[in-house]
C-alpha cells in the first residue's frame, strides 16, 4: 500500500509506469502477508517489485512503449517473471522505456518521457529509464530492465541508483521482447548492491525456453557478499578514462579508485586496445538484428492494425508507419540496408569480426585482473531534449557500456558521487563471463 500511495504521489510528475495494477498487487500482497504468517516465506515474499514494460507479463498490457503494441495484452509470463512470483514478489505494474529498448533518454516513449528524480528537467537515461526511476522515487523496492548496450547501467547511473547486466546467458530471455537477441540480457536495478544480488538470485538460471540461456550452476550470490577486496586485482582500462571525460566524472571515479586501493585492492592498468570500433560494431549488430525482430510486428500477430488500408501491403505499411516511431524506424532502415546482399560482407559479417576482437580485448585483460572498473557514461544525466536531435550524439552516451555486451559478459552501475549540480555519478565494475559474485563482492565493499 506504501508503494502504491508513493506511485500514485510522485508518478505525474515521474511518469516512469505505463501500467499499475492495484488489484493484483493488492492480493498477491495479501497472499504474502498469510505466507510469512505460515512461515513459508520465499527469497522475495511481499517485496514490490515493478517491471520494465518489455517483459511479457500474463494478463497485463505489454506495450514496450510503442504505440504498435498499445492493445497488446500477453497471455503469458516471461521466465524472469514468473521466477519473481515464484519468490514471491508483489508485482505493482509496468514500467516506462524507449521504444522497443531504443534510446539512452527514455525520449523515445510512446507514453511521453520519463523525469529524472533527482532533477525533473533531466533525463533518467534509457532505455530501463522508468525502472531505475522507480527505484530512485521510491516507487519501488526493486525492478527488472534490460540492457542491450547500457540500458540497465547508464539509467542506473543517471538515477544514483545499482544496476547489473549479468553475462550473457544467465538469465533467460524468454519472454522478453526482443530488441537485438545476441546482446540483449536481463537484469535488476535496486537501491544497494546486496538488493541487486537477490534479485539475480531469483531470476538467474538455465532456461530449456531460450536456447541462448546457459546451463552452468547458479552461486549464492549473497554468501560471498561481505569478503570484502583485499588482494583483489582491478584493472583500469587506459582506453576509457580519455579527454571526452567530464571533469567531475573523471575526479568522482578517481577518489572510487582510491578509495579500492584503501580497501586492499590492487590497481592495474589494462589495454582494451579495439574499444574505438565498439559503438560503430554495435549499432550495425544491433541494428540488423533488431530489423529481423522487428518484422513480426505486421499488424496480424500482435497489436494495433491500421483500419484504412486496402489490401495486404498497404496494411503492412499503414500499420508499421502509423506503429513505430522515429528512432524505431531509423534502427530498420539502418539494419535492413546493412543486411541487405552485397552490402551484408562489407557491414554485417565485419562487425561480427570486430565483435569477435572486442571479445578478445576483455578475455586478454581478465587474464591479468579480476575485475575492470570504468566510468559507466561521460557525463551525468543531461537535460531534457538535449540530445533528441542528435542521434550521434545521442548514441555515443553508451561508450563505456557497449563494448560489455558485444563481449557478453557482466557489469553492473553503482553510484561513486554527485556533482556540483547534484546529481548522480555512476561506476562501473565488469567481470569476467559467469563470475557476477565478484563484481557484487567488490560493489558491495565499496557501498
Ligand atoms: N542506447 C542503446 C541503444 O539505443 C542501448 C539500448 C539498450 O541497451 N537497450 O541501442
Not at 544467465?170 to 535496486?190: E, K, T
Not at 486496402?310 to 546493412?338: H, N, P, S
Request: proline share 5%.
Amino acid at each position: 500500500k506504501a508503494f502504491l500511495e508513493r506511485i500514485e504521489a510522485t508518478d505525474d510528475r515521474v511518469n516512469a509506469f505505463i501500467t499499475v495494477v492495484e488489484e493484483s498487487a493488492l492480493q498477491e500482497a495479501e497472499e504474502a502477508d498469510r505466507r510469512i504468517a505460515a512461515g513459508q516465506a520465499e527469497l522475495l515474499t511481499g517485496i514490490p517489485m515493478a517491471l520494465k514494460d518489455i517483459f511479457n507479463a500474463e494478463g497485463v498490457l505489454t506495450t514496450c512503449a510503442s504505440k504498435i503494441l498499445a492493445n497488446y495484452v500477453s497471455p503469458y509470463d516471461a521466465t524472469a517473471v514468473a521466477k519473481l512470483r515464484e519468490q514471491g514478489a508483489v508485482i505493482l505494474g509496468k514500467l516506462n522505456m524507449d521504444e522497443f529498448a531504443m534510446g539512452s533518454s527514455n525520449e523515445n516513449s510512446a507514453f511521453g518521457p520519463v523525469k529524472n528524480p533527482w532533477r525533473l528537467a533531466a533525463v533518467p537515461g534509457g532505455s530501463s529509464g522508468g525502472s531505475a526511476a522507480a527505484v530512485a522515487a521510491r516507487q519501488a523496492a526493486g525492478t527488472l530492465g534490460t540492457d542491450t548496450g547500457g540500458s540497465i547501467r547508464q539509467p542506473a547511473s543517471h538515477c544514483g541508483v545499482v544496476g547489473l547486466k549479468p553475462t550473457y546467458g544467465r538469465v533467460s530471455r524468454y519472454g522478453v521482447i526482443a530488441y537485438a537477441s545476441s546482446l540483449d540480457q536481463v537484469g535488476p536495478l535496486a537501491r544497494d548492491v546486496e538488493d541487486c544480488a537477490l534479485l539475480l538470485q531469483a531470476v538467474a538460471g538455465y532456461d530449456p525456453a531460450d536456447s541462448t540461456s546457459v546451463d552452468t550452476p547458479v552461486p549464492d550470490y549473497l554468501a560471498s557478499l561481505r569478503d570484502g577486496v583485499r588482494g583483489l586485482k582491478i584493472g583500469l582500462p587506459k582506453e576509457y578514462f580519455i579527454e571526452g571525460l567530464d571533469p567531475e566524472v573523471k575526479q568522482a571515479l578517481e577518489s572510487a579508485i582510491a578509495a579500492y586501493r584503501e580497501l586492499g585492492a590492487e590497481i592495474v592498468e589494462v589495454s582494451l586496445p579495439h574499444t574505438d570500433y565498439a559503438v560503430a560494431c554495435y549499432y550495425l549488430i544491433a541494428t540488423a538484428e533488431a530489423s529481423s525482430n522487428l518484422a513480426r510486428y505486421d499488424g496480424v500477430r500482435y497489436g494495433v492494425r491500421s483500419d484504412e488500408a486496402q489490401g495486404l501491403i498497404d496494411m503492412y505499411m499503414k500499420t508499421r508507419a502509423a506503429g513505430f516511431g522515429d528512432e524505431v524506424k531509423r534502427r530498420i532502415m539502418l539494419g535492413t540496408y546493412a543486411l541487405s546482399s552485397g552490402y551484408y560482407d562489407a557491414y554485417y559479417l565485419k562487425a561480427q569480426k570486430v565483435r569477435t576482437l572486442i571479445r578478445q580485448d576483455f578475455l586478454d585483460a581478465f587474464a591479468k585482473v579480476d575485475v575492470i572498473l570504468t566510468p559507466v557514461a561521460p557525463t551525468a544525466a543531461f537535460k531534457l531534449g538535449e540530445k533528441v536531435n542528435d542521434p550521434l550524439q545521442m548514441y555515443l552516451s553508451d561508450i563505456f557500456t557497449i563494448p560489455v555486451n558485444l563481449a557478453g559478459t557482466c557489469a553492473m552501475s553503482l553510484p561513486c558521487g554527485l556533482t556540483d549540480a547534484g546529481l548522480p555519478i555512476g561506476l562501473q565494475l565488469i567481470g569476467k563471463p559467469f563470475d557476477e559474485a565478484t563484481i557484487l563482492r567488490a560493489g558491495h565493499a565499496f557501498e
